[in-house]
């Protein structure tokens, strides 16, 4: 974190190739063509993987203890939380539980929408600005809300 804070998070768009070197000199798998822009953060980036021309913005928080898998084609909108832990609140304690996201290929998460542990967001989805995504979601659908909820097929054209 001390690295990546120091080198990694800060620098206009163009510093996305030197990004993408901390990422993977820290064992982040990441496609060609992908664009990391600054201010993102990533707490273990050995459970980060990301597919070909993928556009992670400004202010993304990947939250992973989990794996995070994000797709080829996919966008990931400013202020996106994807988070893989939570808490057991069945035990006093409220332990550390956590469990893998997967974002599908040619994906759209707008603007600080909130994906949580365990979600898979299938191909072609697209989620509405600030909504909260607990569930999985079938691909070539449009959703939003918080819940969030179906919304409308998204046309393949």
Known sequence: MLVWNVLGRFGPRAFSPMRILLLRM???????GVLICPAIKVLMPWHLN??????????????????VHIGKNTCVSQGVWLCTGSHDYNVPNFPLIWDDIRVGDGVWLAAQSFVGPGVTI???????????????LEGWT??????????KPRRRD
């Not at 990301?50 to 928080?61: C, H, K, M, S, Y």
């Not at 697209?126 to 995504?133: D, I, K, M, N, T």
């Not at 449009?142 to 919304?151: F, H, K, Q, S």
């Open 50 to 67: 990301i597919g070909a021309f993928t556009a992670v913005a400004e202010g993304v928080d990947i939250y992973n203890f989990g794996q």
């Open 122 to 136: 299938g191909d072609g989805a697209v989620v509405g600005a600030r909504s909260v995504v607990t569930r999985d």
């Open 26 to 32: 820290f064992g982040a798998t990441i496609g060609e």
């Open 142 to 151: 449009v959703y939003a809300g918080n819940p969030c909820a179906l919304i």
